[in-house]
């Protein structure tokens, strides 16, 4: 059974925190994607990895950045999170280069008092 | 830009009702087409999918037909349950080689009354 997991499902930070949300994923899969999910505006795309060490902005990435040092785990950090960065935060990865499906984590929400 | 546009929420329906929650895309060249539910508590799943003009998706009873002519992909089901409570989102993924971004609506809160 495919399985990506998040290591926390709920976490609070103070503002100014260094906060680090990991992702781990059992499939070998290539991508890995971060989202935040917000009310009324769906999931947004953070950053994704399409391979070790690999990353690109996605539409959101201010105030975030990520690493990817294995295959199967890929970590998003804030850097000095902000009460605006409380969300939940979904983790997701598909597999080669024409599969289109998007596995996800049970996410994890994050908030930044 | 890629973008995706879901029919307003909540929706509240009782169990056997007709179900259909609208969803139409803006995009360049021809995209794959997703509907994704989430239920209370967990990640997001892939419901159904369809990668080309005319296809219909299919999955536990839930419908969805890649419409080029209209930009749409409406999601039905003829006779819903309450465990089909969630939330829907409608997606579309870009058809080129390498790693998928997936552009999501704002998602469809479904709440089915016994």
């Known amino acids: 059974d495919v399985k990506v997991t998040q290591s926390s499902r709920y976490l609070v930070k103070r503002t100014g925190e260094k906060v680090f949300l990991e992702c781990v994923q059992d499939m070998d899969h290539e991508n890995m994607f971060w989202y935040r999910q917000d009310p009324g505006l769906g999931l947004r795309l953070i950053y994704f990895s399409y391979d070790v060490k690999m990353k690109e902005k996605g539409d959101i990435p201010e105030g975030y950045s990520v690493s990817r040092e294995k295959k199967e785990r890929f970590s998003l950090i804030l850097e000095s999170a902000s009460t605006n960065q409380t969300s939940m935060y979904l983790c997701?990865?598909?597999?080669?280069?024409?599969?289109?499906?998007?596995?996800f984590g049970p996410g994890t929400r994050l908030t930044v008092t | 830009g890629n973008s995706v546009t879901q029919m307003e929420g909540p929706v509240t329906l009782s169990e056997e009702a007709f179900l259909t929650i609208n969803c139409t895309y803006t995009a360049t060249g021809y995209p794959s087409l997703f509907w994704y539910v989430q239920y209370p508590g967990e990640g997001l799943q892939l419901l159904l999918k369809?990668?080309?003009?005319?296809d219909k998706g299919s999955n536990k009873g839930f419908e969805a037909t890649y419409r080029k002519e209209t930009t749409s992909f409406h999601l039905e089901k003829g006779s819903v349950q309450v465990s089909d409570s969630a939330v829907y989102f409608c997606a579309l993924s870009g058809r080129r080689q390498g790693a998928q971004k997936l552009v999501f609506g704002q998602g469809t809160r479904l709440t089915i009354n016994p």
């Open positions: 997701a990865s598909s597999g080669g280069q024409w599969d289109y499906e998007q596995y």
């Open positions: 369809a990668t080309k003009a005319d």
